[in-house]
């Protein structure tokens, strides 16, 4: 298994240095996670297994040495280096009595830092060497026989020999799919979800006493696990949706499993196909549990809704909220009858979208007004993934619709509603897709129309409001000048010192130095 490193850092750009210019396979690190302040941190050590902390000291959120004692009490094994700019003795004495391997001053050049991880390194290796192999030959067994050699018997007599099987016992598989949204998807970091599967799965079974044979990554967002039955096939089932939720509460996102029936090692292949087939045509419900004795292969005809009369109801009120709860009963009584399936909610969502473009037709307004197409696209790709997706999709396109309806869309009036919300949340979000969410329209549209009335783009805008009210800050309170940087919305210190330099031709403690001055 891959030796993991967390590099802990407010500052991005020193983060994204030490990723790029570290030599990280050579000293044997496979591994690479990051994080930006202490709270990212203590989720992904909480989660992940990670070996290494290289972790700045002073950050606005929390201290490194924080962490480290945050570590320590929690008794995780981890090997840790500090990086900081400023030679105290103090940091340095806690550091030692907090166990940290090594303390370096900033700047440091990459090959002194790849000469600390180097020693850290081999004390690890030497570890895992007293510690065996076992676990790992494991998974390459199951690996092979499951996902690469098409369940070869020659693989498999080698997997009864040195014991990593038996032709009589009884083995199960579980696939387990992953729904991330947009953003966590952008992220995609794959190395984080494995580590987090294979260790709540691992940990979760051996508290009940059971034994897990593998946990194999077949592709981006699924997962198969192999493990030995224990107990009866009801049992299993409860322990199955005890462990989705306990993943669910993990990686903060829906999970989906496939359970099939035990069988012997040498009937996996066909339990497994099965499961696969199931994935293709079956559509997970509100529990996210599906099961392979249960599955019925039997053809699904498609019952088409009342669309048009839907539709007349729209475009004679403005009770949209009904029509929407109309399509959602007539999806559920679709479900409780058994008469939903991929391909019959694909049919679903393509009719469902007839709909609304001839309801926005009659309207005289284009979609691309209303809907952003990144954003329309990803829930219309993941509607037929599972029922709660599907619901999700319609509840989007209908909360879209009414609140258009009943927003004032004249172009003044929509900048000024945004001018606003800018200024009432400035310690917020105030991304595009946010400020077009508080409006019910697109992002390129509401873009648009801000720059034809005011002249200057969104950022901008946003931009020149943060510094406004930093500068008041800075002038009439007492806070911090890192607290005035969270105040308005900038949690990277170094880029609020800039971004305000760059505005006002001065640093924030220069600034409020002269103002001082003057009142004085």
Same mark, same amino acid.
């Given at each position: ?37 202490? =709270? ?48 105290? $003795? ?20 990459? /090959? ?5 991880? %180097? @020693? ?6 030497? #570890? =895992? ?54 953003? +966590? ?7 984080? &979800?494995? $580590? ?34 224990? %107990?009866?096939?009801?049992?299993? #089932? ?14 903060? *996102?829906?999970?989906? $499993?496939?359970?099939?029936? !035990?069988? @012997? ?22 529990? %996210? *549990? ?26 004679? @009120? ?11 009963? $007539? ?23 007839? *709909? ?17 197409? =990144? ?6 790709? !993941?509607?037929?993934? +599972? ?7 319609? =509840? ?13 869309? /004249? ?78 919305? &900038? @949690? ?27 009142? %004085?």
């Amino acid at each position: 298994m891959d030796i993991s490193i967390l590099i802990v850092d407010d500052d991005k750009l020193v983060v994204e240095k030490l990723v790029e210019g570290v030599n990280w396979k050579q000293l044997g690190i496979g591994i690479v996670l990051t994080a930006y302040n202490i =709270r990212q941190a203590k989720e992904i050590l909480e989660e992940a297994r990670v070996d290494i902390l290289l972790s700045d000291i002073e950050m606005p959120q929390g201290s490194g040495l924080e962490l480290l004692e945050w570590v320590r009490n929690k008794e995780i094994p981890v090997e840790c280096i500090f990086l900081s700019s400023y030679a105290y $003795f103090a940091y340095a004495q806690k550091a030692i009595n907090l166990k940290s391997r090594e303390y370096m001053l900033k700047p440091v050049s990459n /090959r002194e830092l790849e000469e600390a991880l %180097g @020693s850290i390194v081999e004390i690890l290796q030497k #570890k =895992r060497e007293e510690q065996g192999e076992g676990e790992d030959k494991k998974s390459a067994f199951w690996e092979r026989y499951l996902l690469q050699e098409n369940y070869s018997q020659s693989l498999l007599e080698k997997g009864y020999k040195e014991g990593i099987c038996s032709p009589e016992g009884k083995y199960f598989l579980e696939i387990i799919r992953i729904f991330p949204d947009s953003d +966590t998807k952008k992220k995609k970091n794959l190395v984080l &979800y494995h $580590f987090i599967i294979q260790n709540v799965a691992a940990e979760f079974m051996e508290d009940r006493h059971q034994k897990l044979m593998a946990v194999l990554r077949e592709s981006d967002y699924e997962w198969v696990l192999v493990a030995e039955e224990k %107990g009866s096939q009801e049992e299993r #089932k409860m322990d199955s949706c005890q462990l989705k939720e306990c993943l669910e509460k993990a990686l903060h *996102m829906r999970v989906c $499993f496939y359970m099939g029936v !035990s069988s @012997s090692v040498e009937e996996l292949g066909k339990s497994r196909r099965n499961l696969e087939q199931m994935e293709q045509e079956a559509v997970p419900g509100n529990n %996210g *549990m599906l099961f392979e004795e249960e599955w019925d292969k039997k053809d699904i005809a498609y019952v088409s809704p009342p669309w048009e009369i839907w539709e007349k109801e729209m475009s004679a @009120s403005d009770m949209i909220a009904d029509t929407q709860e109309k399509i959602l009963h $007539f999806l559920e009584e679709l479900w409780n009858s058994n008469q939903v399936t991929i391909s019959t909610l694909e049919q679903f969502r393509r009719e469902l979208m007839q *709909m609304i473009y001839r309801y926005l037709n009659k309207q005289d307004v284009l979609i691309t007004r209303i809907f952003d197409g =990144r954003e329309f696209d990803e829930h219309y790709e !993941s509607a037929v993934a +599972t029922l709660p997706d599907m619901e999700i999709f319609i =509840r989007y396109i209908f909360e879209k619709l009414a609140g258009f309806q009943h927003q004032d869309n /004249r172009q003044e009036s929509v900048v000024e509603q945004i001018k606003h919300y800018i200024n009432d949340h400035l310690k917020e979000d105030l991304s595009r897709k946010t400020l077009a969410g508080s409006v019910y329209l697109s992002e390129d549209y509401v873009s648009k129309i801000f720059m034809n009335v005011t002249g200057i783009s969104i950022p901008s805008y946003v931009a020149s409001c943060r510094m406004q009210k930093a500068q008041e800050y800075l002038k009439y309170s007492t806070f911090s000048v890192s607290k005035v940087a969270l105040e308005v919305g &900038y @949690s990277n210190f170094s880029y609020f010192s800039k971004t305000f330099r760059d505005y006002t031709g001065c640093t924030p403690n220069e600034y409020r130095n002269r103002v001082t001055k003057k009142q %004085g």
